[in-house]
Structures are given as C-alpha cells and as structure tokens.
C-alpha cells in the first residue's frame, strides 16, 4: 500500500538521521546522549525532578532520533555558504557532556527531595559512554520522609492572631502532612498575604520565619510560625507591622509623559480622586475612577490593589497600569496609578483558503477596530468579509460566494438597571451590542442571515462567563432550484422548516474554566460548557393571547414561524506535559439539541455536524453521519446534520525543528439526530447502537509556530466507516488515497 510505504520511508529517514552524531564534537569531548531519573518517590517522580538537571542532551524526537542534531551535522564548515548557515540556524550543536554541570544537577535533586520531606535522600549517579556518548543515570535513594507531628502559629498580637484563626483552614498544613519546605513557603506567603488585605499594609512574609523541632531517632517534626528573631526586638518595628493603614490621596495619572512638569498638565478632583491629564490625554476622568477600586481615606486593602490591576488591565484600550504607594505626612499611603494607553485604530487584514468536499476556494476579510471610540474603553468593531469558492459539480451557477458584515460595541461595565455601581465595580463585566449580515449563494439556493444580540461577559475565580440576553437571527431565502424544492421542501422532509424563511429569539449561558498556569511544563485542563434556548417567550406570549397557528401547526411572529429548542455543550480538554518538547493532549466533546413546542426540527444553523479539521480529521467537513447514515449526493450536506454529538481525541505533539512542530492523533466520534427523520435513514440515536456508529480515524500533522499564531497541516485516515454496508467495508483495511484520506489546512490548534 501506498500509505505504508510512506510510513517506513518516514521511518528510514529518522534512522538515518541518527548517523554521524559526533561529527562535531572534539576529540577530547564526549556527546551528552541522554538522563534518566530512577525514582519511585511519589511527591517526586522522574518528570517533575527533570527540570532541576542543569544539563539537557540534544532533542529527541519520539525518543528515536535527534533531527535538530542531525540537521547541523549535515551543514559544512564554510560558512560563506547559504545552505550551511541555514541548516545551523534550524539545527542544534551538539552538548558536550560536562561534569561539573553533572555534579550540579546531583546536588539539585537532593535539594529538591529534602524540601519533599525526605531529609535523608541521596542520589546516585551513574555513566555510560558508548562510541564516544554518555549515558547519565541519577539514582534515587529516597529512605524515609518526614511528617509533620504539630503545628501551630504564635505571633504576638492577639488581633492579628483572631484574623488568622478565623481563615480557611483548608490551606493550613496538617499534621501527618510531609514535610514540605514549598508548603511551608507557601503557607508563609499566605498568612502574610491575608494581612494584607486586612489593612496591615507593612507586613511582608520576610517577618516570618518557622521553628522546626524534630524527635531524636524520629521522622517527625514539630513547626511553629511566628516572628523573625530581629523583629521581637524592635518595639517600634513591631507596632509598624502590627497597625492597619489608611490609603490617603489617590492619584490617576492619564499621560503620555511623566516627566512633564505637573504645573503644565490638567488636573481633576472627583470623588477624593486626583485625575491628571495632558492634551493628549485618552481617558475620561469618570471611567478611570469608575474602574479604580481602591478608594481614598479606607483601609488599605491588597485584594483591592489587585483588582485594580485587573480591572484597569482588562481594557482593550490599555497597554500597561502601574500602581505604587508612597507615605504622606500624615502617616497614610498616598496610591499613584499610571495608566498606559495602547494603539486606539488597528486595520487588519484575513486571508485564507477553503477547502469544502473538495472545491477549492477563497476568503477574504478587513476589519477595523477602534479600542477607545468615546474616551470611557469602548471597543467599537466593524467589517467585511466575502469568500468565493468554485464548484463543478453542481447547477448552473457552478460557484458558491458569500459576502457579509458585522458591527458592534463593547462596553466596559454592564449597563445593567437596577444595580449600583458598587456592583458593576464589582463583577468588573463588559455589555457587547452588535448586528452582523450575511449573503449567501449556492448553486441550490440564496440566503441572507441577520443577526442582532446583547451580552454580558465577566471573570469570577478564574471562571469566564458569558450571557448572551437576547440574540435574533432571522433567515430569508428568497430563491431556490426546482429540484432543492422538491428534495428538500416537500411536506415530509426533515430539513424543511431549514430552508424556509425562520425567526430565532434564543438567550443563552456560557461557562469556561482553565487551571493552566504560567509554567510551560504545567499539566492543565480546559472545561467550557454552553446552554441556550429560544422560543420560550415568545411561545409564552402566543399562548396567552391565543394567537391562531399557521397550516404547519405553528406560531409566527411578523408571519414567520419561529424555532423553540434547547441546545447544551460540553467540552474537555487535558494537556500532559512529558516534558518541554512533547506533550499528550485529550479532548471530549459532548453536544445535545431538542426541538419542542413550536419546532419538530432545529434549525439548520443550529444543528450539529461532523468531520473536518477541528472533528474526526479522517473525514471531510460536514462528510460523517448522521450515525450509520451513508452519502447519497453532491448536495447531501444538508442531511447529513444532526442534534447529537460525540467527538473523542488523542493527539501526540512534539517539537521537530525551527518552528515546526509534529503531531500524532487518533479521532472518533460521530453525529446522530434525536428523532427518527425518514430522509436521514441509520441516523437515528438509540442508546443499544450508538457506540457502534463510533467512527475512527487515525493521522499526522504538521504544525508551524509563529508564536501569536499556529498554521497546521493534518492528515486523517479512515479506520472505521460506520456507513459501510459489510464488516470489509466498515473496517478500512485496503486503503485509498482518493476515498479514505482527507487533508486538511487550518489555523491554530484543533482543540
């Protein structure tokens, strides 16, 4: 098979890749080949002690080669050569083994399992050399860790000690606990954070310090939190940290130059605020003080100072905030925040390919955006898009184009009535209008979507929310072929109501969390769930005033039927760091519609469909399902759709080279419709066959990295087609190139 040979001459590439390792290293030196960590410490295992080696050989792809390595051994010594200097700069030269470095990472390791608690741990380091390499072996001997056997906090201040006994003790190290230096860290920080924001503005963490007393011959520890040793000493020191302080004057600087005399600037007093501002000043006075949560004559608070930081940070219109406190006079913390404005107008320009059962085609986009329209952050946005794509297989038309706009206005505080501005201070949340059309042209049909809606978008711990309150669509089709008609629009077609004029009046809630943090070896995971309905307030209105129905059993508004459903989605997505090259990375997705009411059917643009690049890859867009539904025309998209959905993903990416990055991936999944339509035959979910029409797919991908943004390239082959009438035909074991492969180009990662 063709596939296969693609596949072991990939794998003879690698192979030879790994020749001539040590062409450039000097004869007195040895090539660095690989460290392994032998541990079987829980609290430490090899991928979290690897980062504390202070020498890493050169980079393994799959564990089986070293491409970078192989591709500078490959250049020649005459630099004054193109191709020489180019191979260089995507290779890697090679690591020449260096025991001093050794010898570091030996005492890293230890330090790391001491601050775990095992306080008697060594490490062991073993070498191999082999035609010149070496092979590192670090040898965990852990022995027995320490616990902790009591612990209790002692500062001398009876208010400070109230405060501190009244937290959350979830946070508080536990006896039996190991004995963590990092917890013991973080514990540290924690206590003198809470201080903080209790007003105690001079208690910094270097105040503490924690007394460790061990049992002899026990593996045990006794800790106690209290005062660093010089502060008990220092009466005037201790009343310092042990006072609440006021927050004085608080000064909004709104400049492009802070070296500018104050004399020759604006100044305004609002609300015991100070605002100054020059000519070119961006900001209104009223936004700038709305967002400031740290208010004058209060009690310092650092919560405070964060938001803040967040909530004047969170401004399209801002590049940069900068807060400080200095002392006044009278004893209080005078606050200076400096705010940065960014670029107001940006212009941007959108290109890309289409590719949609094989008809090739192109979009094109612009898009202006103005981050300060009216001086208070609005974000105001419009744009055109328009795409054009030929089709030969179709009508008379043979070309399918769309041409479209949007237009909208983000504000950055919810224009909520009835609610103080205490509470949009708070919840720190933007309200978005916008409006949109679009034009669409087929060789079957034209469309013409408009759209309009409201939300509201805010953070709380780390969760992102969104509420769409109200958002219309309305779908007119002024024109259609005989023979869409007739396929589509006859009386018993379950796509019908798709394709006739609608109306959509849905709200909906939108939730998204990730724990990922700053460090890149970070395992983290991404939860984002979605629920909306439409049609309830409208059909609630036609009931009470005992509206008549059309012949279709259906209530209209301005002689349109409109939908009712309810539509939930989740999605899950786990990345797992191997270490900073290469990563695996699970995703499910899981998505549910019914019509009810005054819907037998969704709507065609609420529907779900499968297959593509961000889908099962083995197939092309909107090419798989509905369940064991099999193809049956150029135009068939529209039945294959569906009100249930089930997308499984597991994909390998490593780091190749330069930019280029690597993918493995294996996809399954499938759509299916929650009634019994004739036309889409197999596609109906029963609970006994579902996990039968499961299709699966297996690929590679390329991916190049821009940093601000990712080109990838994948590949999907077809392992099991759920639509083949026979086992053989089910089961793809003949593959072919035409029918079971699909490639796919799209930008940024698939999940």
Known sequence: MQISRLILFACATLLLSACSLTKYVPENERLLNR????????????????????????????????????????????????INRWLRKIGEPPVLYDTTLTSASQHQLKKQLHNKGYLHADVDVIEKEKKRQVKVTYVVNANDPYTIHSYKIDIPNDTIMSIINKRNLLYVPRVGDLFDVDVLAQERENVAKLLRRKGYFYFQKEALSFTVDSALNSNQVDIVLGMQPSYLGNDSLLTRLFTTTKVGTVTIYDVTNLLVPTEARDTVISEDFIVIRDEKSSFSPKMLIFKTLIKPNSIYNERLV????????????????????KEEADG??????????????????????????????????????????????????VGVHGAYEAIGKLGDIKYSAELGGNMSITLPTFLLPFTSSDFKRKMGGTTEFSMSYNFQQRPEYKRNIANAGIKYVWRNRGRRYTLDVIDINYIYLPWMTAAFKEQYLKPSSSVRYSYEDHFIMRMGLGIAYSNKRNSIMSNFYTVRGNISTAGNLLYGISS???????????????????????????????????????????HTGLGIAFPYGNATILPFEERYFSGGANSVRGWSVRTLGPGRYANSGAID?????????????????????????????????????????????????????????????????????????????DMGVKLFEPSGATSSDRWRTELSWKNDVAFHFAVGYPF
Not at 51 to 73: D, M
């Open 35 to 82: 460290n392994v960590i032998k541990s079987n410490v829980p609290e430490a295992p090899a991928d979290v002690l690897e980062p504390f080696l202070q020498q890493e050989p050169n980079n393994y792809f799959l564990s089986l080669a070293r491409i970078e390595l192989a591709l500078y051994n490959a250049s020649g010594t005459d630099s004054s050569k193109w």
């Open 306 to 325: 964060e938001r803040t930081y967040t909530s004047l940070n969170s401004l399209q219109a801002v590049k940069y905030v900068d807060i400080s406190f």
């Open 332 to 381: 209080r913390m005078g606050c200076h925040i400096v705010v940065n404005p960014a670029k107001k107008h940006s212009v941007a320009f959108d290109i890309e390919g289409t590719n949609s059962n094989g008809d090739l085609g192109v979009g094109v986009g612009v898009n202006y955006h103005n981050k300060n329209i009216f001086k208070g952050a609005e974000v105001f946005r």
């Open 544 to 586: 009470a005033i005992k509206q008549i129905k059309n012949v279709d059993n259906q209530y209209e508004i301005f002689n349109i039927a409109y939908s009712q459903y309810v539509k939930g989605d989740f999605d899950y997505t786990y990345n797992h760091y191997f270490n900073k090259r290469n990563r695996l990375v699970f």
């Open 637 to 713: 998209y529209m039945n294959q759709s569906g009100d249930i959905r089930l997308d499984l993903n597991l994909e390998a990416r490593f780091k190749l080279f330069w930019m280029f990055e690597g993918a493995a991936f294996i996809d399954a999944g499938n759509i299916w419709t929650i009634k019994n339509y004739e036309e889409q035959e197999g596609g109906y979910f029963q609970l006994s066959e579902f996990y039968k029409q499961i299709a699966c797919s297996y690929g590679i991908g390329l991916r190049a990295d821009f940093d601000f943004f990712v080109i990838r390239v």
